[in-house]
């Protein structure tokens, strides 16, 4: 689905559903380097469960136009003007890294529009070491190929987890490849400079008022579970669930991670009868 | 007191260690045996890290790999452009099946980048070739015709079988899509028949449908699959799914699992195999060219060959296990030589461990007319050797062996 945010095409996967506003929608905020196809499994599942659905790609990244967003706190702002343009007043946000910094900030500054937060793989402070933020300058390519390794449980993939025949580690690394051919050059390292620079997270996490599900991967090296300890102490209403993956979770245990989703949807967005 | 009831019999020989996975509601995530058997699957994924692709399928045979490959970016009115230097099965795919179904090739000199681009149409929808030719013959330039096809918004699939990953990584060299016959060197032992078609996840189907208004099955809603648009489900991935999800279960040229498991065992010994075969290919070849009745040798490693400089560069691992010679006897030196081989066996299953010999005109190109063997290469007396893994002295010896009795006849 295309929409035009602040003039600008915004391409929203909605899980393989025409979209319905009138449903109850969960909006699914992918991370740096990447597109809403990080979420095509789950997108999926809540589609199919009745949910409206809505990845959308940031600008700047994969289909969408417009020049990417230098910050957490414009990013949060987007997405309200997002949801806004898309006719939804309330719903669950749910992202992954960078994206769920920027669900984290969207539900600060806007808490009536927010029913729950989901954030996976998330830390704060969501510090980016100054080598990889020099690689991602220098050799975006080199930074992607850091970055695809270390996103992934395993130094030897298992059993096709992402579907069968899939090489999870080569789309991990294909997309952000991909993402990066699309944008101006310094796309990784201006989303990583977002992620590294926030600063509002502890802030924000001790004035939610709704209640938030952690999603960790157990062997998450690009934001391990204990640099979530500020978030997780914070947020009055949390529950942390822990999987066992690296930090492309979605991938990794698509099926675990929708059932997390689908079961906190229930929950926040009061369709446990549906 | 009635305890819980354990499953019988019946029921564990069916299920136990594979219990439905109660999310999806699948069997352990594989569906359908046809499209996703799980011994197939782990080839498949296998074989797409060790090619840096993002998905694998396996497909009945090498040539089943092909159609599925070309099958999912073609349709009745559009066209290929194809290196003519291909092994007789996909000549007459190209040439004469497809054709039927509307699908027209052109076949260009792979050493002609103006060919190559010339012969591009508006309905145009990939660029073809072999990555490593049959008897050695030729050395595609992956980097040069990539190029060119991505200039146009198209990609470029190569037969991979001869090289295979690891003597030479296409889509390090900017090839998009590939296929092997694992019946080749992924196997390597004769012992099953199949293919596996990898998809790089490197070409940006969006981007050349959005100015071109190409690959619409891949970039518009799929009337069978309720709209689903492929290239938005998988950013990277929408030709392997839609190979599998279409291809594979339409056309039905699925592996048989059981060969998917012998060909899983030769590839555990793929790199220690390769290594070997081009050892030996190499004293070979010394010997060859030593033989006062050995008329010459191709082999892309030699300074003579055309594209030596080119496997320099792109196959500096090595140039396979393919050589060609042509016996300064002829024709009849040539039958003769065969006859005299023992250790040789006359098959065309090239990239075994077991050393063949083949006379293409007389087996694997019969149906190729003459002049376009030649154009190729291939002369009325040229022999193409796939060297296997018998010890190099034997080798040598057997070929003594042919040549003394191709001699004899002069």
């Not at chain 1, 391409?11 to 990080?38: E, W």
């Not at chain 2, 010999?357 to 003459?370: C, E, I, L, N, Y």
Request: include cysteine; proline fraction near 5%.
């Amino acid at each position: 689905m295309l929409l035009d945010v602040h003039g600008a095409p915004v391409y929203c996967y909605t899980g393989g559903k025409v979209f319905d506003a009138r449903l109850p929608a969960i909006v699914l905020l992918h991370g740096a380097q990447n597109d809403h196809s990080v979420w095509t499994p789950q997108g999926r599942t809540l589609a199919e469960h009745g949910y409206a659905v809505l990845a959308p790609d940031l600008p700047g990244h994969g289909l969408s136009g417009g020049a990417a967003l230098t910050s957490v706190e414009a990013m949060a702002g987007w997405v309200l003007a997002l949801l806004a343009t898309a006719g939804v007043e309330r719903a669950m946000l749910v992202g992954h890294s960078m994206g769920a910094l920027v669900a984290l900030e969207a539900a600060h500054r806007a808490p009536q529009r927010v029913a729950g937060l989901a954030l996976l793989g998330a830390t704060y402070p969501m510090s980016v070491s100054a080598a990889l933020l020099a690689t991602a300058l220098e050799d975006e390519r080199a930074a992607i190929e850091l970055v695809a390794a270390w996103s992934h449980r395993d130094y030897l993939p298992g059993p096709s987890a992402a579907g069968p025949g899939v090489s999870a580690m080569n789309v991990s690394r294909r997309l952000m490849q991909r993402i990066g051919e699309r944008a101006p050059p310094g796309l990784l390292h201006t989303d990583f400079m977002a992620c590294d620079v926030y600063a509002n997270g502890a802030a924000a996490a001790a004035r939610l008022d709704c209640p938030v599900l952690f999603v960790q991967g157990r062997h998450d090296q690009m934001t391990p579970p204990r640099g979530a300890q500020g978030l997780t102490g914070a947020v009055r209403q949390a529950r942390v669930a822990s999987v066992d993956t690296g930090h492309a979770m979605m991938m990794e245990a698509p099926g675990e991670v929708g059932g997390l989703l689908l079961e906190f949807a229930a929950t926040v967005l009061n369709t446990a009868a549906q | 007191m009635s305890g819980p009831r354990t499953p019988g019999f019946d029921t564990l020989a069916l299920h136990a260690g594979s219990a439905p996975d109660r999310a999806s509601g699948a069997g352990a995530g594989h569906p359908l045996a046809s499209s996703a058997h799980p011994a197939n699957a782990l080839l498949e994924e296998r074989i797409a890290a060790l090619e840096g692709g993002v998905a694998g399928i396996a497909a009945a045979s090498g040539q089943a790999a092909m159609h599925l490959g070309l099958a999912t970016l073609v349709g009745a009115g559009e066209h290929i452009v194809a290196s003519r230097a291909l092994g007789g099965g996909a000549h007459h795919l190209l040439a004469h099946a497809l054709r039927r179904f509307g699908v027209d090739t052109t076949f260009v000199d792979p050493r002609d980048p103006a060919a190559w681009r010339a012969a591009i149409r508006p309905s145009t929808r990939l660029l073809f070739g072999e990555a490593l030719g049959e008897g050695g013959l030729d050395v595609l330039d992956i980097p040069a015709i990539a190029q060119l096809a991505h200039e146009h918004d198209l990609p470029l699939m190569v037969d991979a079988s001869l090289a295979t990953p690891s003597l030479q990584r296409p889509f390090d060299l900017g090839a998009d899509l590939l296929f092997h016959s694992a019946s080749a060197f992924l196997c390597g032992h004769g012992s099953a028949a199949g293919g596996v078609l990898v998809d790089g996840g490197t070409f940006d189907w969006q981007a050349a449908h959005a100015r071109s208004g190409r690959f619409a099955t891949l970039c518009e809603p799929a009337p069978g699959c309720n709209g689903m648009v492929y290239s938005e489900e998988s950013t990277v991935g929408a030709f392997a799914l839609h190979a599998r999800g279409e291809g594979l279960r339409d056309f039905g040229a699925a592996l048989d699992p059981h060969a998917a498991h012998a060909i899983l065992h030769g590839v555990e010994t793929l790199g220690l195999r390769m290594e070997r075969h081009v050892a030996t290919t190499r004293r070979v070849v010394d010997f060859l060219l030593s033989h006062p009745l050995v008329a010459s040798v191709a082999y892309p490693e030699l300074a003579s060959h055309p594209d030596h400089q080119l496997a320099q560069r792109i196959l500096p691992r090595g140039c396979g296990a393919g050589v060609s010679v042509e016996l300064t006897g002829g024709d009849a030196a040539g039958r003769r030589f065969v006859a005299g081989l023992r250790v040789f066996s006359r098959l065309a299953d090239g990239g075994r461990a077991r050393s063949l010999v083949v006379h293409p005109a007389s087996s694997t190109h019969w149906r190729a007319p003459a002049g376009q063997l030649a154009a190729g290469g291939v002369g009325e007396g040229t022999l193409h050797l796939s060297i296997g893994l018998e010890e190099a002295d034997d080798l040598i010896d057997d070929l003594k062996r042919g040549l003394k009795l191709a001699g004899k006849g002069a």
